[in-house]
């Protein structure tokens, strides 16, 4: 197991704790006579609800996220991780710019593959644009979503 997963579940069991927590003080406080004390545990309720949906929908999308590159992965489409990088491990940006035109480039011809936009996502990834990853990544996951239905 990777030490993304790992992190992954000890961040996520912390917040099924914090949730438990926070949904037994809201309890305490809805049961209070007063209004302010009822108001507060009713918004108690609410944060832990928003919060575990946001976590659910954050694991669903790394979990399908990890589907794809498996799937990529054996089909050997993966793009190559051989960009130069600093001392720190970080990849040089000059580096990843020049190699992203041709993610992009692949991803205008091909708009209906969710291969090429799984790689511009990459691409993105590498030059530290993470919302535009994240962004191109549902891209690439709706587009095989749509195509395992078609198929079925």
């Not at 069991?13 to 007063?34: C, K, S, T």
């Not at 999308?61 to 050997?76: C, D, P, Q, S």
């Not at 990459?122 to 690439?140: E, L, N, P």
């Amino acid at each position: 197991m990777s030490k993304g997963k790992i992190g992954a579940i000890v961040v996520s069991v912390v917040l099924v704790f914090y949730f438990a927590i926070m949904g037994q003080r809201a309890w305490i406080l809805v049961r209070e006579p007063d209004l302010i004390p009822r108001l507060m545990g009713a918004a108690l309720f609410v944060l832990p609800i928003i919060g575990a949906w946001t976590l659910i929908v954050e694991l669903m999308f790394g979990a399908r996220t990890e589907k794809l590159a498996r799937i990529l992965g054996a089909e050997g489409g993966l793009p190559v991780d051989d960009l130069p990088r600093t001392p720190g491990g970080r990849i040089i940006r000059e580096a990843a710019d020049e190699e992203f035109g041709k993610y992009q480039a692949e991803a205008e011809a091909a708009p209906e593959d969710w291969r090429s936009w799984f790689r511009l996502s990459c691409a993105y990834d590498a030059c530290g644009d993470r919302k535009r990853a994240r962004s191109t990544m549902r891209k690439a996951i709706s587009l095989y979503q749509a195509g395992v239905k078609q198929a079925s």
